[in-house]
Every structure is written in structure tokens, then in C-alpha cells.
């Protein structure tokens, strides 16, 4: 580092304010310009991990029951006295970590889903015997979330958005049965 210390008197505060303002705004421009684009934002392939694998229920007012394979996603709920749900096949897995991620898949079956189309299941908090899962939703108008292509989907559904489609305060734990 040089010294700034030749310059001296009021003159000599004034330069040194100024070559540091230089410098900082310097600084300040290469770090604004670096990538602020983070792993959240991007779907790294996965395995479905071997613990989500089965049936999955809440035991509350509602049914509300989740049944996972290797292949297969289904989501059956009764509210009150009213049946629906979904079936579809897995189509990609991402893991954020070993307790959490997002299953994207292609309906095939269901109420108020367009078969062919695809979506997402996000889960977090899984232990060998409670997991937390949630279907994606838009929670601006709270539409279905469905995308046309596979493609749309991994870049829609990633760790990054999930606020966008999930409220993790109202999900509750699921037990596997």
C-alpha cells in the first residue's frame, strides 16, 4: 500500500479524501458488477430420496394424504365432505439439502388440473418418519402453478421462488403412516 502522508496541511486532507473517494467508488463499481445470481435460483438434478418414499398424512380436520414412489406422486385431500386431489408422474427431483427439496412432475390424473401439464411438490424438514410437504401454488392470486413444458418447470420451481408458491407457516407435518 502507498502512503498518502506526503501531502500535508488542509490541502494534503482534502487530496487523501478525494483518491479515497476514488478508491472506494472504485471498489464499490467492481463489486457492483460481480453476479448476484445465487444456487437458489438453479435445479441441480436429484434423486428421489429413498425416506420420502411412501405415504404420508396429517391427522387433523382434514385429510390430507400424500403417497410417493419411485415414480408416482399422488395427493388425495377431503375437505368437509369433498374429495379431490391429483396424480401424476415424477418427472425431476432437486435437492436443497437432505432435508429438503422440490418434486416436479406431469399430471395425469386429478380435480382442477390440466393433464400434460406440470408442477411441483416442494418438502423440507424430512426425518425418517415427519415430513412437511406442499403443493406449488401462486400465492398472489393463489391459481394453479402448472407450466406447459418441463423445461418451465425446473426454472420456475426452484429454491429461490418457493416463497412465491408455498407459505411454510401454514404446512403441516405429515406422518408416515
Known amino acids: 500500500m502507498f502512503s498518502l502522508y506526503f501531502v500535508s496541511g488542509t490541502k494534503g486532507f482534502i487530496k487523501k479524501a478525494k483518491i479515497a473517494g476514488i478508491i472506494l ?95 411441483a411438490v416442494y418438502y423440507r424438514d424430512l426425518t425418517p418418519t415427519t415430513v412437511k410437504l406442499a403443493d406449488a401454488i401462486n400465492l398472489n392470486d393463489f391459481s394453479s402453478s402448472a407450466t406447459a413444458t418441463l423445461d418451465q418447470a425446473v426454472a420456475k420451481f426452484t429454491r429461490g421462488n418457493w416463497g412465491k408458491f408455498v407459505n411454510w407457516g401454514g404446512v403441516m407435518t405429515q406422518t408416515k403412516e
Open 25 to 119: 467508488l472504485g471498489l464499490l463499481l467492481v463489486l457492483g458488477s460481480c453476479s448476484t445470481s445465487s444456487a437458489d435460483d438453479t435445479n441441480y438434478p436429484g434423486v428421489l430420496p429413498d425416506g420420502l418414499i411412501g405415504t404420508w398424512s396429517f391427522d387433523g380436520t382434514n385429510a390430507d394424504r400424500y403417497t410417493i414412489d419411485s415414480d408416482t406422486i399422488k395427493h388425495e385431500m377431503v375437505w368437509e365432505s369433498d374429495d379431490y386431489g391429483f396424480t401424476g408422474t415424477i418427472s425431476f427431483v432437486s435437492n436443497y439439502s437432505s432435508s429438503s427439496g422440490v418434486i416436479i412432475f406431469e399430471y395425469s390424473s386429478g380435480d382442477f388440473i390440466t393433464p400434460g401439464t406440470y408442477d
